[in-house]
């Protein structure tokens, strides 16, 4: 135990929520150009425009050696899949890509994911994709001052297993502020009541990444690209969401 979770005032939360915006627009510029024979590269290179057009900085781009702005991840890819041009980077009819990105905005971070189905997918992925935002969506309804980083970590255990999935034990969310990835960790499972608490102030990066079905992973050769060992399809959906008297705040919506 650390003690207590760092808590930004006002004027802080309004750094981070600039962050986010940007972020958010990134999110929705990508997602438009989503569609089979669109590289992840193409994709990337969108994320850049928006960056350059908003005056920020990408968080991603140099992270220990990290290459690209965006993490575009398809299919068994859970996480960090790096952006390319080639055969294995294009987009195929019902594959499904995880998009992940951050931007910098005076210091300050903002951090979020989602995944998209490429033109028509499958019943059981787009059921993926539904599960793991529906546990997003448990996890944030639970951030509110006294509760724990426990109660987060189980609401979203709780909606993955009953939707019939699994969950990645090995990578979590985590604090932010003026770094991408501060304490704590947030895991995607726990137990309610414990870990550090809650309190206004409190901004959290929450990310479920829910799996049709096994949990190990190993990394590419690459270095980076973190895949399921079995083949099964992986959905990766994240927020940086704050923790207020009036409810949770996300910072990294339009």
């Given at each position: 135990?650390?003690?207590?979770?760092?808590?930004?005032?006002?004027?802080?939360?309004?750094?981070?929520?600039?962050?986010?915006?940007?972020?958010?627009?990134?999110?929705?510029?990508?997602?438009?150009?989503?569609?089979?024979?669109?590289?992840?590269g193409a994709l990337d290179?969108?994320?850049?425009?928006?960056?350059?057009?908003?005056?920020?900085?990408?968080?991603?781009?140099?992270y220990h050696g990290y290459?690209?702005?965006?993490?575009?991840?398809?299919?068994?890819?859970?996480?960090?899949?790096?952006?390319?041009?080639?055969?294995?980077?294009?987009?195929?009819?019902?594959?499904?890509?995880?998009?992940?990105?951050?931007?910098?905005?005076?210091?300050?971070?903002?951090?979020?994911?989602?995944?998209?189905?490429?033109?028509?997918?499958?019943?059981?992925?787009?059921?993926?994709?539904?599960?793991?935002?529906?546990?997003?969506?448990?996890?944030?309804?639970?951030?509110?001052?006294?509760?724990?980083?426990?109660?987060i970590g189980s609401a979203?255990?709780?909606?993955?297993?009953?939707?019939?999935?699994?969950?990645?034990?090995?990578?979590?969310?985590?604090?932010?502020?003026?770094?991408?990835?501060?304490?704590?960790?947030?895991?995607?499972?726990?137990?309610?009541?414990?870990?550090?608490?809650?309190?206004?102030?409190?901004?959290?990066?929450?990310?479920?990444?829910?799996?049709?079905?096994?949990?190990?992973?190993?990394?590419?050769?690459?270095?980076?690209?973190?895949?399921?060992?079995?083949?099964?399809?992986?959905?990766?959906?994240?927020?940086?969401?704050?923790?207020?008297?009036?409810?949770?705040?996300?910072?990294?919506?339009?």
């Amino acid at each position: 135990m650390r003690g207590l979770i760092p808590r930004r005032s006002p004027v802080e939360l309004q750094g981070l929520r600039a962050a986010g915006r940007v972020v958010a627009e990134m999110h929705a510029c990508i997602r438009e150009a989503i569609r089979p024979g669109v590289t992840t590269g193409a994709l990337d290179r969108i994320g850049r425009a928006v960056l350059e057009r908003r005056g920020a900085e990408s968080n991603f781009l140099g992270y220990h050696g990290y290459p690209a702005v965006i993490c575009a991840s398809i299919n068994e890819v859970v996480v960090h899949g790096i952006p390319g041009d080639g055969p294995a980077d294009t987009l195929d009819e019902g594959d499904i890509v995880s998009i992940d990105c951050g931007a910098i905005v005076d210091g300050w971070h903002g951090d979020a994911a989602f995944t998209a189905g490429v033109g028509a997918i499958s019943p059981s992925a787009s059921r993926l994709i539904d599960v793991a935002e529906e546990a997003l969506a448990a996890a944030i309804a639970v951030m509110i001052p006294g509760n724990r980083v426990g109660d987060i970590g189980s609401a979203v255990e709780d909606v993955v297993m009953a939707g019939g999935f699994d969950y990645i034990r090995d990578y979590c969310g985590h604090g932010i502020g003026r770094a991408m990835h501060e304490w704590p960790d947030v895991p995607n499972f726990g137990r309610p009541g414990r870990g550090p608490r809650l309190a206004p102030g409190v901004v959290l990066a929450v990310e479920p990444m829910v799996v049709e079905r096994g949990h190990d992973v190993s990394t590419y050769d690459d270095g980076w690209s973190v895949v399921t060992e079995n083949g099964a399809w992986a959905a990766h959906v994240e927020h940086t969401i704050a923790v207020t008297d009036a409810g949770p705040q996300i910072l990294t919506l339009p």
